[in-house]
């Protein structure tokens, strides 16, 4: 769909987004690796550590695959009175397209993160009681609407925790008291709970049956 947009438009417009959905695959690499882990052979203690340590590596890159839904500020802030190459291709056309083409992008990047959320929420649920499966999803789910506002606004990036410690701490502290970045992370964070939702409960019909 991007090439198809660069070739029509002459213009490399929302290329960005092949690199959001990179980082969207993160998270669910990770968590595939937590759960071979799971089942490994590895000594219960180094295997419990491993597994916390990718977890928490997961938590900082799962804002990364719902982050892309925040791409359509661009379709939104883009006036779209470009002139085009093409005289087949007006500026309500390429509207549309854009809203599709960042819709599938989102789509598939949100819904990576879901099911790597899914995939630990179980691994948990198996190891400790159901609240504490829930508990941990909430709080992913909420910490997930947190970062992609730490991401769109104040730029900051999923690495930045390991190359910029420090001043990323500062910053991610400093805006636990803007109220701005708290009901962003609280809008967010109940709208991944309610596709969440879905696709658990998917999940679990498919599961029974």
């Known amino acids: 769909m991007i090439a198809i947009r660069i070739e029509l438009t002459g213009t490399f417009r929302y290329v ?34 491993s597994m916390l340590a990718i977890g928490v590596v997961w938590l900082f890159f799962y804002p990364n695959a ?14 779209h009175t470009s002139v085009f190459p093409r005289s087949l291709i007006t500026t ?61 606004f104040e730029r900051l990036n999923s690495w930045d925790v390991f190359k910029h410690p420090l001043s990323t701490a ?13 009901l962003f992370a609280g809008c967010f964070g109940f709208f991944i709970f309610l596709t969440y939702l879905i696709v658990y409960s998917f999940y679990e019909t498919a599961r029974t049956r």
Do not use: C
């Open 16 to 49: 960005s987004l092949v690199w959001n959905l990179i980082l969207a695959w993160i998270p669910y690499v990770l968590a595939l690796q937590i759960k071979r882990l799971s089942s490994s052979r590895i000594a219960t203690t180094n295997r419990k550590l």
């Open 66 to 79: 719902p982050y892309i839904l925040t791409d359509f500020i661009h379709i939104i802030e883009d006036t």
């Open 92 to 152: 309500n056309a390429v509207l549309w397209y854009d809203i599709i083409l960042n819709s599938a992008f989102s789509f598939i990047g949100h819904f990576i993160g879901l099911i790597s959320l899914v995939l630990l929420h179980r691994l948990i649920d198996a190891a400790y009681k159901k609240y504490v499966g829930w508990t941990v999803a909430l709080v992913a789910m909420l910490l997930g609407g947190y970062g992609i506002y730490l991401g769109r």
């Open 170 to 182: 500062r910053i991610v502290f400093v805006n636990l008291f803007n109220a701005k970045a708290m």
